[in-house]
């Protein structure tokens, strides 16, 4: 369970999008594709006027119940769980909602704390289809959210006993279960059972597109990984996408990009050097590209999700945006840079020898490194050996001493290293460095 005033730590339900249709990834002029524009422009009240007016339509337009569902899954992203249930609503009293337009009510409804009404709908639609895995998964988080654990977890289980094929698809579902096993069993504080899950969840999805290795070092079953998996980094902010800048900005009050540009400019000979052509490592929506732009004759993002890139290209601050890696994005550039932006990005590599030996190769003599990271005071064992950790919000925290061990090793002077706090969660601050490095 995520509290509205954290990053969200993960991601653990199937999206239940139209086949082959993925956030950031439609195009034309149909309603999913015109919602995914509308969402990526940052236009939330006309994304949800737009959806809302497709559901009003659908009967005349004759849209299926399928359409819908993926219309109200965004409204979900969008954080307005009351008004996607509205969208399925009169598909469920109608009788024309088929069990995933179900299990997206379920969600909205459970999110807005309706959880009763969430059981109602997922009974539909075990009805429907008693056999479902997916529905099965669906009943399983609702009573979790409703706190029946006993049942949630008899409903992971069995997912387990149905989901036996060896494809893909049902190896996905016994991951989903595997993972939410591991979550609720670590919740009731039962730390093996919850490991032996998370370890089956990694086993089934080599990937690790729900993060099952962060959360086995949090419960220190095993070390902490050398960075986020790229699936998992990719699987959070697709779904945190459609209200990134709002809930950051505003509910955890971030300032990262405003503190980063401010100890750029305060190191000497930054801004008198500029315009740069520079590039921006996990730009996410472009909250950084804003505050950096005035300093680039260019601007190059890069984010591995590509709702996050639709963002930032949507934006207007960059001259291009490409969808992958920040490591092999910096290895294939075909131009040097002279500045190399990180803000909030290195929170998701634990070992920074492999990007600051990228960022080495790819900034030109006496360019420029600006970032920041998460804070470690380096009293636990694993920050000890190794100058970086998992912190309580699941992202990695790096030692000062290793940053500058790291900057240091690869062409780096540091030019200015402060702490500061870049944001709140959870109601307390959050402890961070913030970095300026100079290219030899």
Not at 308 to 319: D, I, K, L, R, T
Not at 353 to 365: C, I, K, T
């Amino acid at each position: 369970m995520t509290s509205d005033d954290a990053i969200p730590p993960g991601l653990t339900v199937t999206h239940p999008f139209a086949d082959k249709t993925h956030p950031g990834e439609t195009e034309g002029d149909d309603p999913l594709s015109i919602m995914e524009r509308l969402i990526a422009a940052g236009d939330r009240e006309a994304a949800l006027t737009h959806a809302e007016h497709i559901a009003a339509e659908r009967q005349r337009e004759g849209w299926p119940a399928g359409l819908i569902a993926s219309l109200a899954h965004c409204v979900i992203d969008l954080g307005e769980p009351e008004r996607a249930a509205a969208l399925i609503v009169p598909l469920m009293q109608s009788g024309e909602a088929n069990p995933r337009s179900l299990m997206v009510l379920a969600r909205a409804l459970s999110l807005a704390g309706r959880h009763q009404e969430a059981l109602d709908a997922l009974s539909e639609a075990s009805f429907l289809d008693g056999q479902s895995a997916e529905v099965l998964l669906a009943l399983g988080a609702a009573r979790l959210a409703a706190e029946d654990t006993a049942r949630a977890i008899a409903d992971f289980e069995r997912v387990l006993r149905v989901a036996t094929d060896d494809g893909e698809r049902d190896s996905g579902l016994r991951a989903e279960a595997h993972f939410r096993l591991g979550e609720t069993w670590a919740l009731l504080d039962e730390r093996e059972r919850a490991a032996r899950n998370f370890r089956s969840a990694q086993a089934e999805d080599p990937a690790d597109r729900r993060g099952a290795g962060i959360r086995l070092a949090e419960l220190e079953a095993q070390p902490a990984p050398a960075r986020a998996s790229a699936a998992y980094v990719r699987a959070l902010f697709d779904g945190y996408a459609p209200r990134y800048e709002g809930h950051m900005v505003e509910t955890l009050a971030y300032r990262g990009p405003e503190l980063l540009r401010a100890a750029a400019e305060a190191a000497e000979g930054f801004a008198a050097a500029a315009p740069y052509d520079a590039i921006d490592l996990g730009s996410g929506t472009g909250l950084s590209g804003k505050v950096f732009a005035p300093f680039c004759r260019s601007l190059l993002g890069v984010d591995l999700s590509p709702r996050m890139c639709a963002a930032a290209e949507a934006s207007g601050f960059y001259s291009d945006v490409v969808t992958g890696d920040i490591i092999p994005a910096l290895n294939t550039a075909s131009r040097p840079f002279g500045l190399a932006i990180a803000c909030d990005t290195l929170i998701y590599l634990g070992d920074l020898d492999p990007l600051f030996g990228a960022v080495e190769r790819s900034v030109s003599p006496n360019g420029w490194f600006v970032f920041s990271t998460e804070k470690s005071d380096g009293k636990s064992d694993e920050a000890a050996a190794r100058g970086f950790e998992i912190g309580p919000s699941r992202r990695f925290r790096h030692t000062e001493t290793y940053i500058r061990e790291r900057t240091s090793a690869h062409g780096f002077d540091v030019v200015s290293f402060g702490s500061c706090v870049l944001r709140m969660e959870k109601r307390q601050p959050v402890e961070s460095f913030v970095c300026v490095l100079r290219r030899r």
